[in-house]
């Protein structure tokens, strides 16, 4: 465990805000006081994949690592949609999903949002309406916000959730 | 004999279906007024799958069967549509009535049934789990997927090739630089030309780092899902890093469309520097997490694949290094002058699949040092011969196959198999002698894809 302690005081605190670091900290700021405000401290994120490629999932994951750290920031991505507040959906919205997407927003205690996340849930990914698809998502759901990108990068997404949280 | 794929083409009158191995290719027709094959099943149990695939694309039926249930259509599908036939143009689908789906399950005296998912509590891509449990153990474990469903092979049809590679960099945004590796190879096979060396390093170069991008993130949440979060900080920091080389090398962090034919500069110098601060740091990692007692306790023993059942259900990648088979595409002169080493480990378990991960990692960087020049070279293609082209690539997760049949200078029929498509089918076999909570653990060391598989 010494070798552990030794490498961790040796790194020190990684968080960092590559680039742009001042417009990140004002974001951050910014973030942290919309949730304080409009989500009493949380914001709870459900994230659901209707059928994306799994970039998206892995630059969502990245938001936990040492530079992003998204918990600090109040907002949390909880393991049931009976947790959460807001709706994150990725992917292009399968025919073999639609159900189960619907089901997931049903089960998201009022008052509750959809933020969509990258570029397939509004069909702007090359790829093309097939019988399997039946995105755009918008034909479900009523999406508050979106967050452009294929895939957003981890910073796009933060700064795409403060948009949202200055839009309502 | 190695099982490797078995898929179906439209050619008008018949069927014509393909069984690939690793030495030989069959070829078989069938009259579509009566489309009845055999099935190879009691052989090789992965090509299961591949025949019930075919079953809801092509309304083929495979006779002798034992399992018939649809694979991909699910329960709201409507019955009797097959959408790879060439007759089928829809691009809209009405729901069917709701018809449940016969879970594969082991009933009896306190026998019960957990089903997980399609859509889990992680931040994951959706897949059913369908547990048959005593108490805590479990007894079987039916997998069911193409939830992400999205008919690229459809989609992909009377495209070009040029076309057609922002799709198909799309199909697995993990594995995305190994399926335009394996684009590239068809390329070339159909405009007849050689790649010059120095951008097969480049591309090589991409596909390592993909590797490492991919390990190194797995090596964070393998510990974590044994509780063990604090590999999960060093493990994420260091994936991130090397995601930001990649969009440093390619502009983009997954490398979408970074597999071209021109040779851009890098800054190789500083990548060389790069490269053995990350050997540095993985060096730590492993020294620091082999001294975890706790943490190997619940990584050994756990899962295992006997290397029987690796070769009964033709597995690839990591999962069958872990058990033993060195089966890797890249055994090949190029790799070898370039320092590859086969790596395996014999025990099966998730601590071996995760020992395997480490020593990858290491063994790409050492090849990335090779595989790094400065020159800039262009490839200009010629125009694109019609014909049948296949082609091979290692990706993160194994050997993943892809053909492509042109036509006309269009695709007529797109095909791949996902490393993850083989694997998946042998996952239920690791559960054995572990309880419901060793689940997430045991998925996470294989770290199949959802997306791939389903296409």
Not at chain 2, 18 to 26: H, I, N, R
Not at chain 2, 194 to 222: C, M, N, Y
Not at chain 2, 233 to 244: C, F, P, T, V, Y
Request: a negative charge; one cysteine or more.
């Amino acid at each position: 465990m010494i070798k552990f302690w030794n490498k961790r005081v040796k790194l020190g605190i990684l968080t960092e805000n590559p680039e742009l670091e001042d417009e990140i900290k004002a974001i951050q700021k910014e973030i942290k006081e919309s949730v304080k405000k409009k989500f009493a401290g949380s914001l709870a994120l459900r994230m659901v994949d209707s059928g994306s490629c799994n970039a998206c999932e892995a630059e969502c994951n990245a938001l936990a690592n040492p530079y992003y750290d998204l918990e600090r920031l109040g907002i949390y991505f909880v393991a049931s949609p009976r947790h959460a507040d807001v709706m994150l959906l990725s992917g292009i919205v399968t025919f073999n999903m639609q159900p189960h997407v619907l089901e997931a927003y049903a089960q998201i205690p009022e008052p509750k949002w959809v933020i969509t996340l990258g570029d397939c849930p509004v069909m702007a990914a090359p790829f093309e309406k097939t019988f399997a698809i039946e995105g755009p998502a918008e034909k479900h759901l009523k999406v508050t916000h979106h967050i452009a990108g294929c895939p957003p990068s981890p910073k796009e997404i933060m700064q795409g959730l403060l948009e949202f949280l200055k839009k309502i | 004999m190695r099982f490797i794929a078995r898929y179906a083409k439209d050619k008008g009158r018949v069927f014509e279906i393909v069984t690939l191995y690793d030495t030989k290719t069959e070829i078989e027709q069938v009259h579509k007024q009566k489309p009845i094959i055999k099935t190879l099943s009691h052989e090789h149990p992965v090509a299961l799958w591949f025949e019930r695939k075919m079953q809801d694309d092509f309304g083929i039926i495979v006779e002798d069967a034992f399992d018939k249930r649809p694979l991909v259509h699910q329960e709201q599908f409507p019955k009797n549509v097959h959408p790879m036939c060439k007759d089928f143009n829809e691009k809209e689908l009405q729901y069917s009535k709701f018809q449940p789906y016969n879970y594969e399950v082991i009933n009896g005296d306190g026998v019960f049934h957990v089903s997980v998912g399609p859509i889990h509590a992680g931040i994951i891509e959706p897949g059913h789990f369908h547990f048959s449990q005593a108490g805590e153990k479990m007894l079987h474990l039916e997998v069911r997927h193409f939830y992400t469903y999205r008919a690229i092979e459809k989609m992909l049809e009377g495209k070009t090739l040029q076309e057609a590679k922002t799709i198909i960099e799309r199909i697995s945004g993990n594995e995305s630089i190994a399926y335009q590796i394996c684009w590239r190879d068809i390329m070339l096979q159909a405009s007849q030309q050689e790649l010059p060396k120095s951008l097969q390093k480049r591309h090589a170069f991409l596909l390592e780092l993909e590797r490492v991008i991919h390990h190194l993130t797995d090596l964070g949440f393998i510990p974590n899902d044994a509780g063990f979060g604090a590999a999960l900080a060093i493990g994420s920091k260091l994936s991130e890093d090397a995601r930001r080389k990649m969009k440093e090398i390619t502009g983009h962090r997954f490398g979408f469309s970074a597999v071209d034919f021109e040779n851009k500069f890098i800054d190789t110098a500083s990548l060389h520097t790069w490269l053995d601060s990350l050997k540095e740091d993985l060096e730590y990692f492993e020294d620091w997490i082999t001294d975890i007692p706790s943490l190997w306790d619940r990584l050994d023993t756990t899962g295992i694949l006997a290397l029987k059942k690796a070769v009964k259900y033709d597995t690839v990648g990591v999962v069958a290094k872990a058990s033993g088979l060195a089966i890797d595409r890249r055994i090949n002169n190029f790799y070898l002058q370039n320092g590859f080493e086969a790596v395996t480990q014999l025990s099966g378990d998730v601590a071996a699949r995760f020992k395997v991960r480490i020593a990858e990692v290491k063994n790409s960087l050492v090849m990335m040092h090779n595989f790094l020049e400065e020159d800039e070279t262009i490839l200009k293609l010629d125009s694109v011969q019609d014909g049948e082209y296949m082609s091979f690539a290692e990706s993160s997760m194994g050997e993943l196959f892809m053909t492509i049949d042109i036509k006309d200078g269009v695709i007529e029929r797109f095909f791949s198999r996902d490393p993850s498509f083989v694997n998946w089918q042998a996952v239920h076999l690791m559960m054995r002698n572990d309880i419901i909570a060793d689940f997430p653990l045991i998925n996470k060391s294989c770290d199949l894809s959802y997306a791939g598989n389903d296409l």
